[in-house]
């Protein structure tokens, strides 16, 4: 009898939190694209690093910047969360310019997943040298998790 009120109890417990969404932003890796809208021009993750230190060290040579995102969320699958990417660029006498690109996401399973929001040619010509930046994860108006630069 002790045993079935313990697994009744946690039923309980357990069934009143899952409905409410949680996640985390895991990682986020800010990738400059070439003219040709590459970030690596090979698949090794060494050719991809050494082919970033080309493009950090050549302004010229870049067309955007892409944020590639690792997130988890224990959230249903018809539930709708957002990705938020705020930058900042490089400023223009007392501010600097500002820029956000949302994207929406769904959880598929329980493994983390990659989410990759880019920032266009134009947008980033605007913006200038990206300074700070801020990945935020939302379940609507209520925000799950955040990953920012150290400037921010």
């Given at each position: 009898?002790?045993?079935?009120?313990?697994?009744?109890?946690?039923?309980?417990?357990?069934?009143?939190?899952?409905?409410?969404?949680?996640?985390?932003?895991?990682?986020?890796?800010?990738?400059?694209?070439?003219?040709?809208?590459?970030?690596?021009?090979?698949?090794?993750?060494?050719?991809?690093?050494?082919y970033q230190a080309i493009l950090?060290?050549?302004?010229?040579?870049?067309?955007?910047?892409?944020?590639?995102?690792?997130?988890?969320?224990?959230?249903?699958?018809?539930?709708?969360?957002?990705?938020?990417?705020?930058?900042?660029?490089?400023?223009?006498?007392?501010?600097?310019?500002?820029?956000?690109?949302?994207?929406?996401?769904?959880?598929?399973?329980?493994?983390?997943h990659w989410a990759y929001i880019?920032?266009?040619?134009?947008?980033?010509?605007?913006?200038?040298?990206?300074?700070?930046?801020?990945?935020?994860?939302?379940?609507?108006?209520?925000?799950?998790?955040?990953?920012?630069?150290?400037?921010?």
């Amino acid at each position: 009898m002790r045993w079935f009120l313990v697994v009744c109890c946690s039923m309980l417990v357990l069934g009143s939190t899952a409905n409410a969404a949680d996640g985390r932003v895991l990682k986020v890796l800010p990738q400059f694209l070439d003219l040709q809208g590459r970030e690596a021009i090979t698949p090794s993750l060494y050719d991809r690093d050494a082919y970033q230190a080309i493009l950090r060290k050549n302004p010229k040579l870049r067309s955007g910047i892409r944020f590639a995102i690792q997130w988890k969320a224990n959230a249903p699958a018809t539930e709708v969360l957002k990705l938020r990417v705020e930058m900042r660029g490089t400023p223009e006498k007392d501010l600097p310019k500002e820029s956000s690109i949302e994207m929406e996401v769904h959880q598929h399973h329980w493994f983390s997943h990659w989410a990759y929001i880019k920032l266009g040619e134009d947008k980033y010509k605007a913006l200038g040298e990206v300074t700070a930046w801020r990945v935020t994860l939302w379940d609507g108006d209520k925000l799950l998790s955040e990953q920012k630069s150290f400037l921010w």
